[in-house]
């Protein structure tokens, strides 16, 4: 199993980003999906979170800018990043719950991060 991100840049404060997340390989089932960040020295922090069945959670720092999205026949996560602050420069990750046979255990698999500049 891989998650591939792609989407991250430079972008001026005030602007937008769109990030993505694609999973690939041998899959049964794709549950929670998220997204993280983490600056050098800090510990990773949660951005925003969808369930299989869509329901979203985001942390307060980006709640009303950021939205999460899902297309689960792509098995792709998204996140639309808009009115985007200096603070919000990081290194972004998804994760993905994923149960790769039917009747096997769920594990964490994570992409490799991708990194968004803010500039003001």
């Known amino acids: 199993v891989q998650l591939q991100a792609s989407g991250g840049g430079l972008v001026q404060a005030g602007g937008s980003l769109r990030l993505s997340c694609k999973a690939s390989g041998s899959i049964a089932v794709i549950g929670d999906m998220a997204w993280y960040r983490q600056n050098p020295g800090n510990q990773r922090e949660l951005v925003a979170t969808?369930?299989?069945?869509?329901?979203?959670n985001y942390a307060d720092a980006v709640k009303g800018r950021f939205t999460i999205s899902r297309d689960n026949a792509e098995r792709t996560v998204h996140l639309q990043m808009d009115s985007l602050k200096v603070e919000d420069t990081s290194v972004y990750y998804c994760k993905a719950l994923i149960r790769r046979y039917t009747y096997r255990p769920q594990y964490d698999y994570w992409g490799q991060g991708t990194q968004v500049t803010v500039s003001s």
């Open positions: 969808i369930t299989s069945g869509g329901s979203t």
